[in-house]
């Protein structure tokens, strides 16, 4: 079942309901007839296929599952604030935010472009305030569109969650995990942390997005990622995010076997000085290893080297290593099977400024569902001896 499936009415009846304990009481707060608050919970209990309440003399009491929803929906109906939109106008507005056009959410949900209109157009009367205008490449939010948009995706976020964990209480489903995937995260921590889970059974369905930390960080914001992996930012990030440190990684520069740094001996190549000779494949500015890898440098009253390669891609990084005399600072296991093969080999252990802090990142009130607390803690077990 999809979120906007329920009918955001309903939802609030449900938490009135589990409020008073009294379906009439519920009725009244919600400005319903007893007849038509009977059909809409009946309604609600028919689309998850499960009862919420248990029906008493004296009232109602939430079932298990129902203990399981509330507060899912609670939260979700924090996120909406709203009483005066309906699932069908967020379905259509959270489908154009996302996909930035009309044309291509009608794709997407397979619904006629004038319903979107229409039910966009409705939204935001229903709001007081546009939530799109018109741009030289078509449309973009407004400001206040971008508000909304973040706040109905995290309420989506918190029903899937929902959706999630009944499901798998009622054995009907595995439950879904969206892994945001910095760059050193990729080649080992991730995979393993994938295997680990499901020789544990975990049979979530586990989705992996790549990207660096300023193309994941607004999707784990808006809900549609639920945690990332990667190196610790040292700067402020946001009141909402928590970091968790989980290990400290120890990179080492390395290059192609027969490059030129091992006619050398080991001592000397481990000199600032003598490094600073060569041509580098780094990542862009503004990631931490950067940052870091420049004032390594300067610290040591020696300019910045020649950055030949800017590229945050492991897979184009030990291409353009074995083509070339560049140097590069990678982790062990990003380059463990080229070492392996003795392609490419390791021209000393980076300084200790460059080693990087490995870190869960989240949204700080984020609270995840059964499957995806397991898989932290094979994420945490990991990483323990890392």
């Not at 309901?17 to 309604?43: C, D, F, I, R, Y």
């Not at 044309?103 to 004038?114: H, M, N, P, Y």
């Not at 499901?167 to 393993?192: D, E, H, N």
């Not at 500015?285 to 030949?308: D, I, K």
Request: some cysteine; glycine content about 6%.
């Amino acid at each position: 079942m999809q979120p906007w499936q329920l009918n955001i009415r309903h939802l609030h009846l449900f938490i009135r309901t589990a409020q008073k304990g009294v379906l009439k009481a519920a009725a009244e707060a919600e400005h319903l007839s007893q007849p038509a608050a009977t059909q809409a919970m009946s309604k609600l209990e028919e689309q998850l296929e499960t009862l919420l309440f248990h029906r008493q003399t004296d009232g109602m009491r939430l079932t298990e599952h129902g203990e399981t929803l509330l507060p899912r929906v609670d939260a979700a109906l924090a996120h909406i604030g709203s009483k005066r939109i309906t699932n069908t106008q967020v379905r259509a507005f959270l489908a154009v935010a996302r996909s930035g056009s009309y044309s291509q959410a009608s794709r997407d949900l397979g619904l006629a472009t004038a319903s979107l209109h229409r039910a966009v157009s409705d939204m935001a009367a229903a709001l007081g305030a546009p939530v799109f205008e018109k741009s030289g490449r078509g449309i973009e939010l407004t400001s206040g569109g971008r508000q909304w948009a973040r706040r109905l995706g995290l309420a989506q976020a918190e029903l899937e969650a929902g959706l999630d964990d009944l499901a798998l209480a009622l054995g009907r489903g595995s439950g879904r995990i969206v892994i945001g995937a910095m760059p050193l995260s990729r080649a080992k921590l991730i995979p393993q942390a994938i295997a680990a889970s499901h020789a544990a059974r975990n049979l979530a369905q586990i989705c992996v997005v790549d990207g660096s930390h300023a193309e994941l960080i607004e999707p784990l914001r808006d809900g549609r990622i639920d945690f990332m992996i990667g190196a610790i930012r040292d700067q402020q990030i946001g009141p909402d995010i928590k970091q968790e440190p989980l290990f400290v990684d120890q990179p080492v520069i390395v290059a192609r076997a027969g490059h030129p740094v091992f006619r050398d001996p080991v001592s000397k190549r481990s000199s600032i000085e003598y490094l600073h000779q060569y041509q580098w494949c780094i990542p862009r500015r503004g990631t931490p290893l950067r940052e870091n890898w420049e004032a390594t440098f300067l610290h040591a009253g020696v300019s910045v080297p020649r950055v030949h390669v800017e590229c945050g891609s492991v897979l184009v990084m030990r291409q353009v290593l074995l083509d070339t005399d560049c140097l590069a600072v990678l982790s062990l296991d990003q380059v463990s099977a080229e070492l392996d093969a003795g392609w490419i080999k390791t021209v000393c252990p980076a300084p200790r400024s460059l080693h990087r802090t490995i870190a869960l990142t989240h949204r700080k009130d984020w609270r995840p569902t059964k499957v995806q607390a397991a898989f932290l803690e094979q994420l945490r077990a990991l990483t323990e001896n890392a």
